[in-house]
């Protein structure tokens, strides 16, 4: 379970950093062209500036999250409140896009594979901290 579990951890984790990284400072029209088949520039300025604005803000704060749990996965792995402060943050991406599945509609199968994967990561990630956190 210990291998199972830290896969899911760091698949998760290197794939926030670098998604994070990617998206706050290098290309978000990429990202956008990649994610959502979005060409940004075919947008006016007031949306085009202030989407990529609001996107590379979210993908900081992705970046920071990964970078904070790479930084603190001892104490994820060891401190109840820090794996719950985990636990919690993955758990709510999941729910937001579940949500976004019964609010909006069946996203892409890329977008369906990040949620199977952060869902599967979730339930591995409780299970292992159950066991070896003390309650």
């Given at each position: 379970?210990?291998?199972?579990?830290?896969?899911?951890?760091?698949?998760?984790?290197?794939?926030?950093?670098?998604?994070?990284?990617?998206?706050?400072?290098?290309n978000?029209?990429?990202?956008?062209?990649?994610?959502?088949?979005?060409?940004?520039?075919t947008?006016?300025?007031?949306t085009?500036?202030?989407?990529?604005?609001?996107?590379?803000?979210?993908?900081?704060?992705?970046?920071?999250?990964?970078?904070?749990?790479i930084?603190?996965?001892?104490?994820?792995?060891?401190?109840?409140?820090?794996?719950?402060?985990?636990?919690?943050?993955?758990?709510?991406?999941?729910?937001?896009?579940?949500?976004?599945?019964?609010?909006?509609?069946?996203?892409?199968?890329?977008?369906?594979?990040?949620?199977?994967?952060?869902?599967?990561?979730?339930?591995?990630?409780?299970?292992?901290?159950?066991?070896?956190?003390?309650?």
């Amino acid at each position: 379970m210990k291998t199972i579990s830290y896969f899911f951890f760091y698949g998760y984790i290197l794939l926030v950093i670098a998604a994070g990284f990617w998206g706050a400072f290098i290309n978000p029209a990429f990202d956008h062209k990649l994610l959502f088949d979005l060409d940004v520039n075919t947008l006016n300025d007031y949306t085009r500036i202030n989407m990529l604005s609001q996107f590379r803000f979210l993908r900081a704060l992705e970046l920071g999250f990964g970078i904070f749990s790479i930084l603190f996965v001892k104490e994820i792995f060891s401190q109840q409140n820090l794996n719950r402060l985990f636990l919690i943050t993955m758990t709510l991406g999941v729910l937001g896009r579940l949500l976004s599945i019964i609010a909006d509609g069946w996203p892409s199968m890329l977008m369906l594979t990040f949620m199977g994967f952060e869902l599967v990561g979730v339930i591995a990630i409780s299970f292992y901290s159950k066991k070896i956190i003390p309650r």
